[in-house]
């Protein structure tokens, strides 16, 4: 595949977080006719990939991410119907849609759990992962859950503890049952068959584990009362994720992706490079997501390691994808500072990203700068981090569409999060109406980014420049710096300006003494010059 092109090197993707998206039906919570209702407001922007979050029937224990059939929508999201019309009038303005699949683990009311708990000795058993207790009756073996305590819940009918890598309520599936196996590919074909463009994979770095579940070495003495990251990185994760034999399933499924000339993204998350490189080989996904930028501080040297890290590991046949923002981690203005700087340094960031290598994606609200909403402790929905710096609830706040109740969000008062805190200028139509805005200035980086082949095909080159706050690249004739300090910068320009992520640096546009042109480069501010 090296070489040859694909529809997804020139996307530009869009994340929907369907709870918290747009609800037309007043139930307060997002559907599937709310994401067709704002497409407008993405091919304005310029997005040409749109991903939409899990909107399959659910419990909700994890707000879609804990699945009861796969191939149904939940009444709350809309049906069938609802999903084509999305698809159809998605495609009607040149986005392609992904979706959300779940394959690491189930809802326990999925019929396959409920069928392994009604008949221990059935064809569905072997479809999760039990175990006996160990001798002293705990756990039978020492794996902590991605959420924070055991990944081992005892089921008192059938006397055996199921694994899950996420809540109790998410039971993990068996990938060394070929079974299983066998009812994902219907699954693939059903939703490819309606027409959508690919998956995004969750939690693709879980799949299959060890095959005799051996314990991990434990780095350190592990407490369930710390936080959830805390009692995670108490063990080296040798057995639990990133068996080798998940590439097997990736590239079988990108046979089947093949036939429709869909696209695979996967959850890859895992912070080491090089890890992260690894799941990245053998023509299994077709590009994984780097979460380094989720974990870093507004520092130059920090910034220059993770975006170069997963390019140099990442080989050249699968992109990396880039988010600055998710709905699981607060958002990078909140990140970077909050409030303006915040504001900022995040588009800042995102400048760059757009700028690398890869396939960026904007996660909902990114557009408008938000920060995250604030969420009182009595409204608090998210089942994971019980206090407010763990919980996600901050970064799922509703989409602010307009001013006026609940922002354009629903028709109803009682939305599952409240509406964050937003204020008008927040809002999309606002921000829509003014060439001065958030939106303005993503949109043209959007804009920016899918007209310059270079930067979705020139080779990277990292340059060094004199000042320990830049972070500079090239992409053939293209120049990009940002400036990671506070301090202004003065930055010479031999060719054209071509994007800044501030107007003000035109106006500064003055020749030196030397006679060169240069202009000042503000502290957290990037510029992209077309050199001759
Ligand atoms: C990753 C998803 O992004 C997150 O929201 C979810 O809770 C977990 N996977 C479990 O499915």
């Not at 221990?120 to 859950?145: F, T």
């Not at 080798?244 to 990736?250: L, R, S």
């Not at 409240?418 to 921000?431: I, L, N």
């Not at 980086?445 to 004199?466: H, M, Q």
């Given at each position: 595949m090296t070489g040859s092109t694909h529809w997804w090197h020139d996307a530009?993707?869009?994340?929907v977080y369907l709870p918290s998206f747009a609800d037309t039906d007043g139930d307060g919570f997002g559907d599937l006719a709310g994401?067709?209702?704002?497409?407008?407001?993405?091919a304005d922007l310029g997005v040409n990939l749109l991903w939409v979050t899990p909107f399959y029937p659910s419990p909700m224990a994890d707000f879609g991410y804990d699945v009861a059939d796969y191939c149904a929508v939940d009444p709350r999201f809309g049906d069938l119907d609802t999903f084509d019309h999305l698809l159809a009038e998605a495609h009607a303005r040149g986005i392609r849609v992904i979706i959300d699949l779940v394959p690491n683990h189930t809802s326990r009311q999925h019929p396959w759990f409920q069928a392994a708990l009604a008949d221990?000795?059935?064809?569905?058993?072997?479809?999760?992962?039990?175990?006996?207790?160990?001798?002293?009756?705990?756990?039978?073996?020492?794996?902590?859950?991605?959420?924070?305590?055991?990944?081992?819940?005892?089921?008192?009918?059938?006397?055996q503890y199921y694994l899950h890598l996420f809540l109790a309520e998410q039971p993990d599936l068996n990938w060394r049952n070929p079974a299983v196996l066998d009812e994902f590919d219907t699954i693939l074909r059903f939703w490819l068959e309606r027409g959508i463009d690919g998956f995004r994979i969750d939690a693709a770095q879980t799949l299959i584990k060890d095959a005799d579940l051996r314990s991990n070495p434990q780095i350190r003495r592990w407490e369930s009362t710390a936080a959830r990251g805390e009692q995670w990185d108490s063990f080296e994760h040798v057995h639990d994720i990133?068996?080798?034999?998940?590439?097997?399933?990736?590239?079988?499924?990108?046979?089947?992706?093949?036939?429709?000339?869909?696209?695979l993204v996967g959850e890859t998350y895992v912070l080491d490079p090089q890890r992260f490189g690894d799941l990245l080989q053998d023509e299994g996904l077709h590009a994984g997501f780097w979460f380094g930028p989720m974990q870093i501080q507004w520092q130059a040297a920090q910034i220059r390691q993770t975006l170069g890290a997963p390019l140099a590991h990442a080989g050249t046949r699968a992109r990396v994808a880039w988010l600055a923002s998710s709905q699981d981690e607060p958002r990078a203005p909140t990140r970077f500072g909050g409030g303006e700087l915040g504001r900022r340094r995040a588009f800042t960031f995102v400048t760059l990203l757009f700028c690398l290598p890869?396939?960026?994606?904007?996660?909902?609200?990114?557009?408008l700068g938000l920060v995250d909403g604030i969420v009182p402790p009595e409204c608090r929905a998210d089942p994971v981090g019980a206090d407010v710096t763990l919980?996600?609830?901050?970064?799922?706040?509703?989409?602010?569409?307009?001013?006026?109740?609940?922002?354009g969000f629903s028709d109803s008062e009682d939305t599952w999060l409240?509406?964050?805190?937003?204020?008008?200028?927040?809002?999309?139509?606002?921000?829509r109406a003014s060439t001065d805005s958030w939106f303005a200035?993503?949109?043209?980086?959007?804009?920016?980014?899918?007209?310059?082949?270079?930067?979705?095909?020139?080779?990277?080159?990292?340059?060094?420049?004199?000042?320990?706050?830049?972070v500079a690249f090239r992409r053939g004739t293209l120049v990009i710096m940002a400036n990671v300090g506070d301090d202004p910068l003065e930055v010479p320009i031999d060719g054209e300006l071509v994007f800044t992520t501030t107007p003000l640096i035109v106006d500064a546009h003055r020749p030196s003494s030397a006679g060169a042109t240069h202009v000042v480069l503000p502290g957290s501010e990037a510029l992209v010059i077309r050199t001759t």
């Open positions: 530009v993707g869009y994340m994401v067709t209702l704002h497409l407008d407001h993405l221990p000795g059935g064809p569905y058993h072997d479809y999760y992962l039990w175990r006996d207790p160990a001798a002293d009756s705990g756990p039978p073996n020492n794996w902590v859950s991605f959420f924070g305590g055991r990944t081992w819940t005892l089921e008192p009918g059938t006397g990133l068996q080798p034999e998940t590439h097997a399933i990736f590239q079988r499924w990108q046979g089947i992706c093949q036939e429709y000339d869909a696209f890869g396939l960026p994606f904007l996660y909902q609200g990114e557009e919980s996600r609830d901050g970064c799922r706040t509703p989409m602010p569409w307009r001013p006026g109740p609940a922002f409240p509406d964050g805190g937003r204020t008008d200028s927040d809002t999309a139509s606002v921000q200035r993503y949109r043209s980086l959007v804009r920016f980014r899918s007209r310059e082949p270079e930067l979705r095909s020139a080779a990277l080159e990292w340059l060094s420049v004199d000042s320990g706050n830049v």
